[in-house]
């Protein structure tokens, strides 16, 4: 009796083999994600579904990380906040001086708000930033405290503001995940919207000089289903970028901080929106990637609307070494999809403290 109990009390070969199967698919399923989180070199990065808010991806989204000229979308926001587009801001010494990446304002031009900020969002001039900050503020100083009133609004804790340009200053820093946020909300603006959206255009001072100026989005220029988005570059910051991408009913957006190069800068979105879309369209699950070190890293499931901070304790897989994971796939790395068209290497190198846009 006890023997025929003990083997009634076995699983059967079949379901055994069924277990195994399903452990095995588990784990695989996890370890692409792994490879996939391992391979994006930005120090910080976000994909957000923007019907929801929720993450889709995230590689440390609650760093602390310099924003560059992603800055200027706040700088967007807050002067449409205030200002109509057909108002004219009269160019200050100042706001002429201001460098690298500049319009060349002449002190004394009358410039309309919205030519100013077609120069400030595809251009990424500097001048045209700081011009739309003391027309809307009466100066740098206070419209920084407008800027950082609406992050407060807008529930970005892990973000602040010292200057409308993104150029270096001290205290002024964003997370990938607040700056997927940022573009949400600028998304609303139906001018921002289309600024983003533009390739390139001539724009005029209203003495009559006329000026071309050319979006610095690559992805823009490649995918006709890009909604466009934000660049950004000092040596501090590195490349930055937060852009958005329409398929079908949906919106993805996201929110790279770090990046080597604008090479890598690009491969990385186009990688991550491509991931984004497979979550979305129930393909692949979310996934959050924080790194300890350089060489150390846990991945955890994405939770939805939720950013790292609230998921502690939630890990599905601990600490692995990247280093391990790099020689069990091999020195290249399949990529989702290449770009369309490859973007060389940038061969020049800013100022020190230039910005790229």
Not at 142 to 147: A, G, S
Not at 311 to 322: D, I, L, P
């Amino acid at each position: 009796m006890k023997q025929s109990s003990f083997i009634r009390s076995q699983p059967s070969a079949r379901g055994l083999r069924s277990a195994f199967i399903i452990i095995f698919l588990l784990t695989i399923h996890f370890s692409v994600f792994n490879v996939f989180a391992a391979d994006i070199s930005s120090k910080a990065a976000v994909v957000m579904e923007a019907s929801t808010g929720r993450i889709l991806y995230g590689k440390n989204p609650d760093l602390r990380l310099a924003p560059a000229s992603t800055t200027k979308l706040m700088t967007a926001m807050v002067t449409l906040d205030r200002m109509d587009p057909a108002d004219t801001a009269v160019i200050s010494e100042r706001a002429a001086g201001v460098s690298p990446v500049k319009l060349n304002l002449k002190a004394g031009e009358r410039v309309t708000v919205e030519t100013l900020l077609n120069a400030a969002l595809i251009k990424s001039a500097n001048d045209a930033a700081y011009a739309l900050a003391e027309a809307t503020g009466g100066s740098e100083d206070r419209f920084v405290e407008l800027m950082n009133q609406k992050v407060i609004a807008l529930e970005m804790p892990d973000t602040n503001f010292v200057n409308a340009t993104g150029l270096p200053g001290s205290g002024q820093y964003t997370t990938a995940y607040d700056l997927a946020k940022m573009l949400r909300e600028a998304l609303k603006y139906p001018l921002i919207k289309e600024l983003i959206n533009t390739k390139a255009r001539w724009i005029s001072t209203e003495e009559g000089r006329a000026i071309a100026i050319k979006n610095s989005d690559k992805l823009l220029w490649a995918d006709e289903t890009m909604l466009g988005g934000k660049t950004g570059y000092t040596r501090e910051a590195k490349h930055c970028f937060v852009g958005a991408k329409e398929q079908g009913n949906e919106t993805v957006i996201v929110a790279l901080l770090g990046a080597s190069s604008r090479q890598s800068l690009w491969r990385e979105s186009e990688e991550l929106l491509e991931k984004g879309f497979a979550v979305t369209n129930g393909k692949e699950e979310p996934v959050m990637l924080i790194t300890k070190s350089e060489d150390e890293a846990s991945v955890y499931p994405a939770a939805y609307s939720a950013k790292a901070s609230d998921m502690k304790g939630r890990a599905h897989k601990k600490t692995r070494k990247t280093s391990q994971r790099k020689a069990k796939r091999g020195k290249s790395v399949t990529h989702i999809r290449k770009h369309k068209s490859r973007v060389n290497t940038e061969a020049r190198v800013e100022k020190i403290n230039g910005s790229k846009g």
